[in-house]
């Protein structure tokens, strides 16, 4: 293992966070203090409690688990599709990495960003809403390992766009969609009965539930299988950008 190579490219990776920071933190700060403006004051006073819990410290979770989802997402899509463009990626694979160590200093730069995106809107947090952490240890594992799924999928999108304009494409017509229907602004009680199999299908539902428990305790979800569900995509999406990289796609001509 490259250990001293490994950690110049995740110092690297890390550094792209401060280099562009009102971009990368300040505006989903920015973002979250609306949302919680907005339904803690103003929608939140109209629906009251949900089980038991006030409403706003109902949404804050979903807020956070949209942050990680998004910056993990971005930062290593952005990256790596950057890379290709300006012809940097020939550099990293001259380098003496192997693409296990490539790909863990792109995953890395990724869940730092979304951890401390999320850090930012946890402390917001805090001045609005009780924000507590009920499982301290479930709440670091939903959290990093909801970001290293979306560094894997912002890696595949850096691999398949070929514009800018591509890389916003899941953004906006599947991770906010997604999430937004996977119970960010609601429980599962208070959709009708019918429509309670499709949000069980939709995998962003299991990563906002399981935050939403480590921090309030309530849960909606079936907690085995959204942790199946979260291990067997961190083990598929892992094994597709290993073998994406090692087959060359779309990054050596």
Same mark, same amino acid.
């Given at each position: 293992?490259?250990?001293?190579?490994?950690?110049?490219?995740?110092?690297?990776?890390?550094?792209?966070?401060?280099?562009?920071?009102?971009?990368?933190?300040?505006?989903?700060?920015?973002?979250?203090?609306?949302?919680?403006?907005?339904?803690?004051?103003?929608?939140?006073?109209?629906?009251?409690?949900?089980?038991?819990?006030?409403?706003?410290?109902?949404?804050?979770?979903?807020?956070?688990?949209?942050?990680?989802?998004?910056?993990?997402?971005?930062?290593?899509?952005?990256?790596?599709?950057?890379?290709? #463009?300006?012809?940097?990626?020939?550099?990293?694979?001259?380098?003496?990495?192997?693409?296990?160590?490539?790909?863990?200093?792109?995953?890395?730069?990724?869940?730092?960003?979304?951890?401390?995106?999320?850090?930012?809107?946890?402390?917001?947090?805090?001045?609005?809403?009780?924000?507590?952490?009920?499982?301290?240890?479930?709440?670091? #594992?939903?959290?990093?390992?909801?970001?290293?799924?979306?560094?894997?999928?912002?890696?595949?999108?850096?691999?398949?766009?070929?514009?800018?304009?591509?890389?916003?494409?899941?953004?906006?017509?599947?991770?906010?969609?997604?999430?937004?229907?996977?119970?960010? #602004?609601?429980?599962?009680?208070?959709?009708?009965?019918?429509?309670?199999? #499709?949000?069980?299908?939709?995998?962003?539902?299991?990563?906002?539930?399981?935050?939403?428990?480590?921090?309030?305790?309530?849960?909606?979800?079936?907690?085995?299988?959204?942790?199946?569900?979260?291990?067997?995509?961190?083990?598929?999406?892992?094994?597709?950008?290993?073998?994406?990289?090692?087959?060359?796609?779309?990054?050596?001509?």
């Amino acid at each position: 293992m490259n250990s001293i190579g490994l950690y110049t490219f995740i110092r690297q990776e890390i550094s792209r966070l401060y280099r562009v920071w009102i971009q990368t933190l300040i505006t989903p700060w920015i973002s979250a203090l609306l949302y919680i403006l907005i339904f803690g004051e103003i929608v939140g006073r109209r629906i009251g409690e949900i089980h038991g819990v006030s409403y706003i410290d109902f949404v804050v979770p979903g807020l956070l688990m949209m942050n990680v989802m998004q910056s993990a997402f971005g930062q290593t899509s952005s990256s790596l599709y950057f890379q290709r #463009f300006v012809k940097h990626i020939e550099e990293i694979l001259t380098a003496p990495l192997s693409y296990l160590e490539m790909i863990t200093g792109y995953v890395v730069g990724g869940i730092a960003r979304g951890v401390v995106v999320a850090a930012g809107v946890y402390i917001i947090a805090l001045f609005f809403t009780s924000a507590s952490v009920a499982h301290i240890f479930l709440f670091f #594992f939903y959290s990093v390992a909801v970001a290293l799924i979306f560094s894997l999928l912002g890696l595949l999108v850096g691999l398949w766009a070929e514009g800018f304009e591509q890389l916003m494409i899941p953004q906006t017509f599947i991770i906010m969609p997604l999430t937004f229907l996977g119970g960010l #602004f609601n429980s599962l009680s208070m959709l009708p009965e019918k429509f309670h199999i #499709f949000v069980k299908l939709n995998p962003f539902f299991y990563f906002v539930d399981g935050l939403r428990y480590s921090m309030i305790g309530i849960s909606d979800s079936n907690r085995t299988i959204g942790m199946t569900v979260i291990i067997g995509l961190i083990l598929v999406l892992g094994y597709w950008v290993w073998y994406l990289f090692k087959s060359g796609y779309k990054i050596r001509n």
